[in-house]
């Protein structure tokens, strides 16, 4: 069994990481979690919650057929069935918050935090502390929407248009209720649902044929409500939709198309056959890669998301390649000193990963062990190591191919 020295092993943090991300690879995590089992469990904690409501919610219609319409609210009789009508809603409205949450969308995770919050409170309040599954379910969702937040932070025109769907919903249930219920107090009364549907819709459109007028100080207070939240609605559900659409576009106009920041990967520094081999190696194995170069290569032979152009001598252009949060930085240019200077601009980022630098000429072995590099390569070098083991008839054994592998690392750590 070939032993890799202690310099090369990575720290239970770095190897926690690298095994996220080769999963992540693997299962193609970045495609659908945690937005898709997310988008479920919201959906069926809604389902949990309609059904669980939907024995009392059957009493709603005939009391409110029976319901005589009033000149005030302190007339109108409360119904019996509205202590379940929130957890209803709720319910319905996770459903729809379930759709958004499968595009990331920051508004939904907001909506079904406060929603999942509340619904937990509603459940409490019902059955006491008595911790059932459903109640566990709940409150495992809310949790896992805090610890996953920052992957729900897209504002896009499906969000805006189900923030505006739900709330007109919201509004014009509130007017047609509101408006039966205080029906005495308009002229001629409202006795039905349909009127009570028509001045709604009369009224939120800003028409006012005149047929139904207010008479009661309540019913024309309750018009003044809907009047000033069907302006505050609609300018509102409009800028959700429109805002996103316009962001998006100025800004792939004036800043191009932000791509994905890099984390936990491994960053590849040059365009050579030691790069290309190293690269093809690690996709392999289903680990990231990102490949930095200072020009874009005339035969492009990495996948186009794994490609950046820029001075890796840079700093800030190492900053924006992730080498802040890589697992290993590797400067395997043919230029020993780019390669020198490649590893200090590392080291004063305080990259946490390992460093790996290329050396074409042996005589820079020295100058390169001071820059602390960890693991410093030079194929000529091993080349010409392995040929002499070869022709003097020594044993190529795999530890002794890593300790000449190694060689360079080590020989700095004794001196």
Do not use: C
Request: positive net charge; without cysteine; charged residues 15%.
């Amino acid at each position: 069994m070939i032993r890799i020295p202690d310099v090369m092993k990575l720290s239970l943090r770095q190897r926690y990481f690298r095994f996220v991300a080769k999963a992540q690879a693997v299962l193609y995590l970045n495609i659908w979690f945690p937005q898709v089992p997310m988008a479920i469990a919201v959906g069926l904690l809604g389902v949990l919650a309609i059904l669980n409501a939907l024995p009392h919610l059957t009493q709603l219609f005939p009391e409110l057929a029976a319901l005589a319409p009033a000149t005030s609210l302190t007339q109108a009789p409360l119904l019996s069935a509205l202590g379940t009508v929130p957890e209803a809603v709720a319910g319905f409205v996770l459903l729809l918050m379930a759709f958004g949450l499968l595009f990331r969308s920051r508004f939904s995770w907001a909506i079904t935090l406060v929603l999942a919050a509340a619904m937990l409170a509603i459940l409490l309040h019902h059955y006491g502390f008595v911790w059932s599954g459903v109640i566990i379910f709940n409150a495992v969702i809310l949790v896992t929407l805090l610890l996953f937040q920052r992957h729900f932070a897209r504002s896009s025109v499906a969000a805006g248009t189900l923030f505006a769907a739900i709330s007109i919903l919201l509004l014009m249930s509130y007017a047609v209720l509101g408006s039966y219920v205080l029906g005495a107090g308009f002229s001629p009364p409202i006795n039905n649902l349909v009127s009570a549907l028509y001045f709604a819709v009369v009224t939120m459109s800003t028409v006012g044929y005149g047929d139904i007028v207010p008479k009661s100080g309540d019913a024309r207070l309750f018009v003044i409500s809907i009047i000033i939240l069907g302006i505050t609605v609609f300018a509102t559900s409009i800028s959700a939709v429109v805002v996103p659409l316009v962001n998006g576009r100025m800004q792939r106009l004036l800043m191009g198309e932000k791509k994905r920041g890099h984390r936990n990967h491994y960053l590849i520094i040059g365009d050579n056959s030691l790069a290309q081999n190293t690269y093809r190696a690690l996709r392999a194995r289903h680990l990231p890669v990102l490949v930095l170069v200072p020009v874009t290569p005339e035969h492009v032979w990495m996948a186009k998301e794994d490609l950046m152009v820029g001075d890796a001598t840079d700093v800030d252009v190492l900053r924006k390649a992730g080498a802040e949060y890589a697992l290993g930085v590797l400067a395997l240019r043919v230029i020993d000193s780019e390669n020198a200077f490649i590893i200090l601009a590392a080291k004063e980022l305080a990259v946490p990963g390992k460093t790996v630098a290329a050396v074409q000429n042996s005589k820079n072995l020295e100058r390169l062990r001071h820059i602390g590099a960890d693991l410093i390569i030079s194929p000529e070098v091993l080349g010409g190591e392995l040929l002499a083991l070869t022709l003097s008839g020594e044993d190529l054994a795999g530890d002794t191919i890593i300790s000449k592998l190694f060689t360079a690392k080590a020989e700095g750590v004794e001196a």
